[in-house]
């Protein structure tokens, strides 16, 4: 059954205006049969993540920290982009202290053995090697190598998931999965490229309901999604100009063409009148 879904323009000089995005999904039905599950834990974060694949709709997500209150939500793999992206970052700064403070150690130590060596030495020697692994910590604490999925059309990070945690075979067996489970149910989709809009923007907002997506978030990806429906529309009207467009040109032409014919019909009745 189709609904519709009432959006408030983003502006808030235009609070008035609406736009009319409808939807033809099922967006409210519950996970039903469990497919496959994948637990994650990083142990330098100190959290953890389970998600469970439903029957290629649906996917639970648990996340487990120990300073916050453990988090549970799903998504729902319509509005998942198929084609995730490989996100490593690493922390530059870290690195750079991490080299910086290590080569820093290896020279004292260089001229300590070279020379008769004292205590002051051996105990900067001791802080440099100290300091450069807070800095190793740092560094592996604030780099990411992950698999990002992004929402569809609003190109928002939905879900990040840990390279080969916690084996390389799970971890690429679920993901193949997950794939494979958002390309079958994509294809699914309404046709209409206003319906799809709709439908995930009903889905962003759901999310921001439920506290996984920030109320800036939301906001960016309802004006991308207000642009992308008016551009939509303003494509629709030049086509209509253009056909119409068309249509006024062959009509002039058929007059053209007509006027034409009865004038040369004339002529030769005239000729034939003169004989």
Not at 2 to 20: F, G, L, R
Not at 151 to 171: F, M
Not at 241 to 263: K, M, P, T
Request: net charge positive; glycine share 4%; proline share 3%.
């Amino acid at each position: 059954m189709s609904s519709v879904m009432t959006v408030p323009d983003a502006n808030a000089a235009y609070d008035h205006d609406e736009i009319q995005l409808v939807s033809t999904h099922e967006e409210n039905a519950a996970p039903r049969t469990q497919l496959t599950e994948l637990s994650q834990f990083s142990l330098l974060k100190a959290y953890s993540v389970h998600y469970t694949l439903f029957d290629g709709h649906f996917l639970s997500v648990y996340v487990k920290h120990p300073f916050l209150r453990p988090r549970k939500y799903w998504l729902n793999l319509a509005y998942l982009e198929p084609t995730p992206r490989r996100v490593l970052k690493i922390d530059m700064p870290s690195l750079y202290a991490c080299g910086i403070l290590s080569l820093a150690a290896m020279v004292l130590m260089l001229i300590n053995t070279f020379t008769n060596g004292s205590t002051a030495i051996l105990q900067s020697v001791v802080a440099l090697v100290c300091t450069a692994l807070i800095a190793l910590l740092l560094l592996i604490y604030r780099s990411k190598d992950r698999l990002v999925f992004y929402s569809r059309y609003g190109r928002v990070n939905w879900l990040e998931i840990l390279i080969n945690k916690p084996n390389r075979r799970a971890y690429k067996a679920f993901v193949e999965l997950l794939i494979s489970t958002s390309h079958a149910v994509s294809s699914h989709q309404s046709p209409r490229h206003e319906q799809r809009l709709g439908a995930e923007l009903r889905e962003h907002r759901r999310l921001k309901h439920e506290g996984v997506l920030s109320a800036r978030v939301y906001e960016d990806v309802k004006r991308r999604f207000l642009g992308e429906h008016v551009s939509l529309m303003n494509t629709y009207s030049e086509e209509n100009d253009r056909n119409s467009g068309n249509n006024e040109i062959n009509s002039a032409n058929l007059r053209y063409i007509a006027a034409r014919l009865l004038s040369r019909l004339a002529a030769g009745m005239a000729m034939i009148g003169k004989r």
